[in-house]
């Protein structure tokens, strides 16, 4: 049974940093795509940023030049760099891995950006 458990979140203020690290309890954490997303209050979840067994990213358009996304596949873990932190980027985080057919979800960071 894979566990995806998050860590990192809280308290910045804007234009701050933070740092959301996602820790996997399996090896084949090697071979699953890896995403973060993010869910405002009153909003849908939204894709935030993903890469890929391969090590390819993409990221939302409201984060790009802000988040960089990345994996340590010998630690089984995945972050999410996080700069110039806005209001809007206040929501919960979570991590999800994918690989056939498997979909996990961890449990959510919540991160709060004051103006």
């Known amino acids: 049974q894979v566990q995806l458990v998050e860590s990192g979140g809280g308290l910045v203020q804007a234009g701050g940093s933070l740092r959301l690290s996602c820790a996997a309890s399996v090896s084949i954490f090697r071979f699953m795509i890896m995403s973060w997303y993010r869910q405002a209050p009153g909003k849908q979840r939204e894709l935030v940023a993903r890469?890929?067994?391969?090590?390819?990213?993409n990221y939302a358009d409201s984060v790009k030049g802000r988040v960089t996304i990345s994996r340590d596949n010998a630690k089984n873990t995945v972050s999410l760099q996080m700069n110039s932190l806005k209001p809007e980027d206040t929501a919960v985080y979570y991590c999800?891995?994918?690989?056939?057919?498997?979909?996990?979800w961890g449990q959510g960071t919540r991160v709060t950006v004051s103006s």
């Open positions: 999800n891995a994918v690989r056939n057919g498997l979909d996990v």
């Open positions: 890469i890929t067994i391969a090590g390819s990213t």
